[in-house]
């Protein structure tokens, strides 16, 4: 089957294509999803021949940008696919409130249509997902569903890479108890109210060029303080975290990368810049284990909130654990380099939970 690809806005490397998605069935007009691809080099000597792809999928407040890690996996000899969600991104348009969703299981449409789009350009070959924060929540728990419900689909699926992944509600206790019992009741009366505390900027003023990062991106899609949570989308990842938490089985092996160390929330400063200022690194480290299947957690000293974002050091130590982790978990039909020892800065921990 033929799809109209289009050029994409990070350049000549990538294109785009549209998934439409239809009615959004929480009453925000027509939705639609939007799968990039980084484009093969012409020069590549194998630009004809078959090869595993990844599925990225990012976070909240939060879109495909980072074409260095496009090119970290096609160099370990992979294709590589990112997808913007509904009403994120590439995706959002007029009337959309940003990011929400009423019930995670939705994102099943166009998570399952990018896998089939894959497929038609590579019939039979393996995929592996990945994911970002929130986007680690959503796709744990669609592999989880697809294995029981899709095992076709599911086959094809041969490991997963977790970034910080979004496991549990960072904060005080009473944020986890009585504080989601209260996020819930009024997400039912007013779901697309929009909680009283902003998200911090200090994260987004760490990354972004504009104020202390390196990196360069549409601040209309993803703002330095980050867009207004609502009630509704909190509940619906409060859900997510529940499902995880009785235990899952994505049914593939996970590498789970983090920063060994959080600082939340607040204004920028220094510190910002060596650790997660989004989630509590515990609480990926607890409930990693959650996932079913073989895990491998790997800490990373002086990372920030997306380990690919951090400081030059701790970014090296990033990409060098992911692709170890390929070649030593995941089915290839490219030739890997030799494995060689761990890099300084991580902690490898691997546990057999299947």
């Known amino acids: 089957m033929a799809h109209d690809w289009e050029p994409d806005v990070l350049g000549p490397d990538f294109a785009a294509l549209t998934i439409d998605l239809g009615p959004d069935p929480d009453g925000e007009g027509t939705v639609t ?35 260095p890690l496009a090119t970290a996996f096609a160099d370990a000899g992979y294709d590589f696919y990112a997808l913007d969600l509904r009403k994120c991104g590439r995706s959002r348009k007029p009337g959309h409130t940003p990011h929400f969703i009423s019930d995670l299981s939705l994102y099943d449409a166009e998570l399952g249509a990018a896998l089939d789009v894959i497929d038609a350009a590579a019939p039979g070959t393996p995929v592996v997902v990945a994911a970002h924060s929130t986007g680690g929540l959503i796709t744990a728990l669609w592999l989880d569903r697809l294995r029981a419900t899709d095992p076709g689909r599911h086959g094809r699926v041969t490991g997963q890479v977790l970034n910080s992944p979004w496991f549990d509600l960072q904060g005080a206790p009473a944020l986890r108890s009585w504080g989601t019992v209260l996020v819930r009741t009024i997400a039912r009366v007013a779901p697309y109210r929009v909680l009283p505390n902003r998200l911090p900027g200090g994260y987004g003023e760490s990354l972004h060029v504009s104020a202390h990062g390196e990196w360069e991106y549409d601040l209309d899609l993803k703002p330095l303080g980050g867009f207004p949570v609502t009630f509704g989308f909190l509940a619906t990842v409060r859900r997510g975290h529940a499902a995880l938490h009785r235990g899952i089985d994505t049914g593939v092996p996970s590498l789970v990368l983090r920063s060994a160390r959080s600082v939340l929330g607040g204004p920028y400063r220094p510190e910002i810049d060596t650790a997660d200022t989004v989630l509590d690194t515990e609480q990926i480290a607890r409930w990693s284990g959650c996932l079913g299947n073989r895990v491998t957690a790997v800490p990373i000293d002086g990372a920030r909130h997306d380990v690919f974002l951090s400081r030059e050091e701790p970014r090296a130590v990033a990409y060098a654990e992911l692709s170890r982790w390929l070649t030593e978990n995941t089915a290839t039909l490219s030739i890997r380099r030799s494995v060689e020892p761990p890099p300084t800065g991580s902690s490898r921990v691997t546990r057999d939970v299947s």
């Open 33 to 67: 999803a939007t799968l990039v691809r980084h484009l093969r080099s012409e020069s590549d000597a194998d630009v004809a021949a078959p090869r595993p792809s990844v599925l990225y999928v990012h976070g909240f407040t939060d879109y495909f940008f980072q074409a």
